[in-house]
């Protein structure tokens, strides 16, 4: 008897330690910039329920499509957006959906994205050299493999994957051309570096190197990860899960810096920045997977987790309170911001006034 074929679910990534260290609550608001299968996203519309409400954001046409079936259950809370992060606020504003309790990026690609045959982001399937996120954008890995200059792509292979092997396979990339398939760039790699050895495919850094490229993913991540501590609320929390090291030292170094009072070089006798800490470390060390999950999961051995809570000034917390009471809707269900110790800070302020 022959049986269909059915690609694997999507397994979403340290969901449990997503959700605590979101600190999700019932009536929150949440942004979930990578939207993807929509595994992280349903966890947090279930223990933000009820009242819970929550923005997804995905470049990825195919990310907000499926989202849209498996999210059904949850659709008169949700809103779906087809979009880059990187214009993170510019979306917030214009379905005034601010502040928040919290934000999360999960930047791994989700199973669609690697198990689809016709995107490019994988060496297990035949396909063209695309891995564009978003299909509208121009450049694709196919333009950069068959018309970069040797050097600026040994330079990009280096930078992006981390290659100790960027030369000598910008070399071959450039005697092969032209290279039509994700397979014949996978195999060219493997004859320049040599068979697999260990876990890691011999190509999996220079496609992770050309995919960070086509879709500018380390720029458009710092814009954003900066848009998102403006757009948090009240001991709002920022969560960030990243898969390599390029990520996560954006990631590490944003929440150092913002995690301090004063960010001047340690040589400067006295503060002349005038900076103030906008963010308060939650987990100073990183969170990994646990052996089961790795186990169960093995595309979540590298991730790593780490969040952060916004810290306000004075200033906000006025600018906060005049916002919270300038709508009827705010006025008459409070519009999501149901969080005790934000009603206290409310409070005081209105006692001072």
């Keep these: 008897m022959s049986q269909k074929m059915v690609a694997p679910a999507h397994i979403p990534v340290l969901v449990e330690e997503t959700v605590k260290a979101l600190a999700v609550q019932p009536g929150g608001r949440y942004i979930d910039c990578t939207l993807g299968g929509g595994g992280h996203a349903a966890a947090i519309l279930e223990h933000s329920s009820p009242g819970g409400q929550l923005l997804g954001i995905d470049a990825d046409p195919e990310a907000i499509e499926a989202a849209k079936q498996s999210l059904e259950t949850y659709s008169d809370s949700t809103l779906l957006i087809n979009d880059n992060f990187v214009n993170l606020e510019a979306i917030c504003y214009k379905y005034d959906f601010l502040p928040v309790h919290g934000i999360l ?47 600026e792509m040994a330079q990009l ?28 760039l996978a195999q060219i790699i493997e004859r320049v570096i040599g068979k697999r050895r260990g876990k890691i495919h011999p190509a999996t850094k220079t496609f992770q190197a050309l995919r960070i490229a086509v879709n500018h993913e380390l720029e458009h991540l710092e814009l954003a990860l900066k848009q998102a501590i403006k757009l948090l609320g009240y001991e709002g929390r920022l969560v960030v899960i990243s898969y390599h090291s390029l ?47 790795v186990q169960i999961n093995p595309r979540s051995r590298s991730a ?41 800070m409310l409070r005081t302020v209105f006692d001072a006034a």
């Design 105 to 151: 990026f999960d930047l791994g690609l989700s199973s669609l994205q690697l198990n689809g045959r016709g995107r490019g982001f994988s060496f297990q399937h035949r396909a063209s050299l695309d891995m564009r996120l978003n299909p509208n954008q121009e450049l694709t890995a196919a333009d950069i493999i068959n018309t970069y200059p040797e050097t």
């Design 157 to 184: 292979i280096k930078t992006y994957g981390e290659e100790s092997y960027s030369r000598k396979i910008a070399r071959r990339i450039v005697q092969e051309r032209p290279i039509k398939t994700t397979l014949e």
């Design 247 to 293: 990520e996560d030292r954006i990631v590490k170094q944003i929440m150092l810096q913002e995690s301090k009072d004063c960010i001047c070089p340690p040589s400067t006798p006295t503060c002349v920045c005038g900076h103030t800490a906008s963010l308060r470390l939650i987990n100073k060390r990183v969170i990994t997977p646990s052996p089961p999950e």
């Design 304 to 344: 790593r987790l780490r969040a952060a809570e916004r810290v306000i000034t004075q200033d906000e917390h006025y600018s906060i309170v005049e916002r919270l009471c300038s709508t009827s809707e705010i006025k008459a269900n409070g519009n999501g911001w149901r969080r005790p110790t934000l009603l206290k």
